[in-house]
């Protein structure tokens, strides 16, 4: 086994981080204030992505040590999809009727597989690979991180369409969760492998930025279900 480039030990420590972002609000959720069952699934695929995107880099950055890299990398950025599909089950229950989620709920399933299933194409062996959303030499989004981040942009756009139901507590948490989502956002333009001279891990950075941003929605969610009675919080 051969040891792993220097972007490669940045990317697979920092997953650590990732893995963190889900296990972490789980812990949370257990011994401090209790969440419905829809956020407790949303972080355990947070948990479940922080997984694969340590497989991805310490088995199949360079040379794939378990399998072929395209497979590490369909587990990796699908999983992500998935992650954005629960939260946005998750807001829908939320702030949404039964009628609304009647709909949007299989189209937004519809969505995560066809998404999904994008990216399991793009990655196959023989597949001849181009950036959906090219930004040059800097890197830019495949077809799955583009639904990755058309899925984080409809988050958003749910959760802000009921500012006036978010308890005002919990307001400036949801502000700072879309601009970290915005921070990570720039940094994902980059390649797994693009450094900015001295030392500054582009994508390993991501992983840390996309942590603190799991961590913050957490935050977020226990302000605003500390204050709503318990027979609403569920």
């Known amino acids: 086994m051969e040891n792993l480039p220097n972007y490669g030990l940045a990317n697979t420590a920092t997953a650590f981080a990732t893995l963190g972002g889900g296990l972490f609000p789980l812990l949370y959720c257990r011994f401090m204030l209790k969440q419905p069952p829809r956020w407790t699934f949303v972080y355990w695929m947070i948990l479940v992505t922080g997984v694969f995107t340590i497989t991805l880099h310490g088995f199949g950055e360079t040379n794939p040590v378990w399998g072929e890299r395209w497979l590490w990398s369909v587990l990796d950025t699908g999983s992500n999809i998935v992650v954005t599909w ?46 959906l959303i090219p930004f040059g030499k800097w890197g830019g989004f495949y077809p799955g991180e583009s639904f990755l981040i058309a899925f984080s942009f409809l ?11 978010i308890p005002k507590e919990a307001r400036p948490l949801l502000v700072l969760v879309a601009l970290i989502f915005f921070v990570g956002m720039l940094l994902a333009t980059a390649g797994n ?23 913050t929605l957490w935050a977020f969610n226990h302000v605003r279900f500390s204050i709503v009675p318990d027979e609403d919080r569920r």
């Not at 998750?90 to 998404?115: C, F, S």
């Not at 582009?202 to 942590?211: D, K, L, P, R, Y």
């Open 86 to 131: 629960s939260i946005t089950l998750a807001v829908l229950g939320d702030y949404y009727g039964r009628k609304t989620r009647n709909w949007a709920m299989p189209l937004a399933t519809v969505g995560m597989i066809a998404g999904v299933g994008w990216h399991y194409y793009d990655r196959l062996p023989g597949s001849v690979r181009s950036y």
């Open 155 to 165: 988050v958003l756009f749910l959760f802000f369409a009921k500012w006036k139901l």
């Open 193 to 215: 492998e693009q450094i900015v001279y001295p030392f500054l891990s582009i994508h390993a950075i991501w992983h840390i930025v996309g942590a603190f941003g799991f961590m």
